[in-house]
């Protein structure tokens, strides 16, 4: 199976990527963080605040700010059991994991936070976060300005951050679930956690951006990551003053070389556990992340100018916004995925404007895929399907962020047709009043960024959901992503095939009812 088809199929008929007869070996499962061995380690306070509200204004970091900050964006916050009934004979099983207020598929986790740190109590170096202990691993001491910039062509002057965040992907530790369909949900989790990491860092006052083009093998090599293993998918600067940002770099006629950096560092391998004794091949992944690395600076490049179009029909405009103000501390705690917990109420139109425009407002971020100075249609936006909404027909739309306004796409309540597209029934859709379909071009801009574009687009994907969970739970409702739906079916309600997009995610919303356990968080 070529690439281009491998990719369709994950997303239009998942059998067919699929490896035929799969069965999880969930005694041999690996753990859901990554484990060092016999390397220096450096332990953050396990006292953190349970607000961030009132933040002191934005001073370089210390250790234990640092360690606020890492733990709100990725760290284990609540211990989960499962009992599920195997047999007639009541005999049951126990399954727990680790959860984290950046949600992922399966509660596997398959990313990884890497940090390079200049900040006090701490030497200058590389380091892995290690989630199960809070603490920081050593991999590299050294100062490394220099190399990382030249990994990001000169776009970033690195030597004015405090910081800089690296979000791998271990492709196993999602794959020896749901085999080929992992490499989907990796981009994904990982966009979820960038946008968890980029709302923290609002929250603490540091400037942040996105950068999706880099050198990988010379960043891979400055973390000690094997690539058949584990790759690094984004780099995040962060600074507490604005600092140079540039998409295309003040010396692109300067090439750098993934190879000729590498030879500037010494390789390191340093051991680590994962739990898994029978770890089986990914070749599908492997090749994919092969084609999807960049050798060279000068394969960097960006999105040309789009005009903003929309779906036509007649237009819905919505109330004026309302920004809302919440502890982003509370909401993380508060987000809640219903499945069969949904219940039908009544949402009014501002409930659905606020939701709508702060989440695509906030969205906009830096990142080297375009010109910040030239209007772009957003490369991810927003259909929805509401039903029960004050004022507004039934019916799928799309919404326009520029105008603020929904675009009627076709009248009707398509609940039941939803609902017949779901793989599983887990989710009562019959009850829920809103259903967003985050979308995206169905090529995944690969005439542009050729493979790496795929997980470019779910990754951005990710961003926009987590931003639209955090709000609907400051909202007081839930949202619960899917991607056990039939994008055939969604695209063809929303008339997407023209327009050359497709539905990537399929998220309801709604009001629910409390669930009836046990529960306890790894904090206060």
């Given amino acids: 199976m070529c690439l281009e088809e491998f990719l369709h199929n994950l997303h239009f008929d998942i059998e067919k990527a699929s490896i035929p007869d799969w069965e999880v070996d969930w005694e041999d499962k690996p753990l859901p963080y990554k484990l060092y061995r ?5 332990p953050f306070s396990l006292e953190v605040p349970l607000t961030l509200e009132g933040q002191k204004q934005p001073a370089t970091p210390d250790l234990s700010k640092m360690g606020h900050f890492l733990w709100y964006v990725y760290g284990l916050t609540q211990f989960s059991q499962s009992v599920f009934s ?9 399954m727990q994991s680790y959860r984290r207020f950046a949600p992922s598929g399966g509660a596997l986790y398959p990313n990884e936070l890497y940090v390079y740190l200049k900040i006090k109590d701490l030497p200058i170096g590389v380091y892995h976060y290690d989630v199960a202990h809070h603490r920081l691993v050593l991999l590299r001491e050294g100062n490394f300005d220099s190399y990382i910039a030249k ?10 951050c405090f910081g800089t965040v690296f979000v791998s992907a271990m492709f196993w530790k999602n794959f020896f679930k749901y085999n080929n369909f992992s490499y989907r949900l990796q981009g994904l989790d990982a966009g979820v956690l960038i946008g968890q990491l980029l709302e923290v860092a609002k929250r603490f006052g540091y400037e ?3 950068y999706f083009q880099f050198l990988d093998r010379a960043v891979n090599h400055l973390l000690g990551l094997a690539e058949r293993e584990e790759s690094v998918y984004a780099v995040i600067p962060l600074s507490v003053e604005p600092t140079i940002w540039s998409a295309n770099g003040n010396e692109k006629a300067r090439m750098v070389a993934a190879a000729e950096l590498c030879r500037e560092l010494t390789s390191i391998e340093p051991s680590h556990y994962v739990r898994s004794q029978r770890v089986k091949e990914y070749p599908m992944l492997t ?7 960049l050798e060279d600076t000068i394969s960097f490049t960006m999105i040309g100018e789009e005009e903003i179009g929309n779906g036509g029909g007649q237009t819905v405009a919505l109330p004026h916004a309302e920004r809302l103000s919440y502890d982003l501390a509370s909401v993380c705690r508060q987000r809640f995925s219903p499945d069969m917990d949904f219940i039908m109420g009544k949402i009014s139109q501002l409930d659905l404007a606020n939701l709508l425009y702060e989440a695509t407002d906030s969205f906009l971020y830096r990142n080297d895929l375009e010109s910040a100075y030239q209007k772009h249609e957003p490369r991810v936006s927003v259909n929805i399907c509401l039903y029960n909404v004050e004022g507004i027909p039934n019916g799928a739309y799309q919404y326009d962020s520029t105008t603020h306004a929904l675009h009627q796409v076709l009248l009707g309540d398509h609940r039941l047709l939803l609902q017949s597209g779901m793989s599983l029934y887990n989710v009562n859709l019959l009850q829920v009043p809103i259903c967003i379909h985050v979308t995206g071009v169905k090529d995944y801009y690969k005439n542009t960024f050729g493979y ?3 997980r470019i687009q779910q990754m951005e994907a990710g961003m926009l959901v987590q931003r639209l969970l955090l709000l609907a739970a400051a909202s007081g409702m839930g949202g619960h992503p899917l991607l056990g739906y039939d994008s055939n079916l969604c695209d063809e309600i929303y008339k997407l095939g023209p327009q050359g997009k497709t539905s990537l995610i399929q998220i309801p919303f709604g009001p629910y009812r409390p669930r009836p356990w046990l529960m306890g968080g790894l904090y206060g």
Avoid at 38 to 42: D, H, I, S, T
Avoid at 287 to 293: D, I, R, Y
């Fill in 86 to 94: 195997l047999d007639a004979t009541d005999h049951s099983e126990v």
């Fill in 208 to 210: 942040s951006g996105v």
């Fill in 38 to 42: 016999g390397l220096p380690v450096v």
């Fill in 452 to 454: 790496r574009g795929y």
């Fill in 151 to 160: 990994a990001l062509g000169n776009r970033c002057d690195v030597s004015s």
């Fill in 287 to 293: 090749e994919l992340n092969e084609m999807s690395m």
